[in-house]
């Protein structure tokens, strides 16, 4: 079962609907959240996740490199 997960989005309230979404399918779930690219990527390097849910196009980077750079982690 799905127990960490990661919500990168820089729109706050996407994000928090987003949470809202998974805490009401699953309260279990640990959901962290990263607005900016840098975060994400900081988070990524410092957790293991089971799942992230990812935007694609933030101010300070293209989500698709950090699709990337999670595959190499795992």
Do not use: K
Not at 20 to 34: E, F, S, Y
């Amino acid at each position: 079962m799905l127990r960490h997960l990661l919500i990168a989005e820089d729109h706050p309230l996407y994000a928090r609907g987003l949470e809202q979404l998974v805490h009401d399918h699953d309260p279990a779930v640990h959901v962290q959240t990263a607005f900016t690219f840098a975060q994400t990527c900081s988070l990524l390097s410092e957790h293991d996740y089971a799942a992230l849910i990812l935007d694609l196009d933030f101010c300070d980077g293209h989500g698709i490199g950090l699709i990337r750079e999670a595959r190499i982690r795992q």
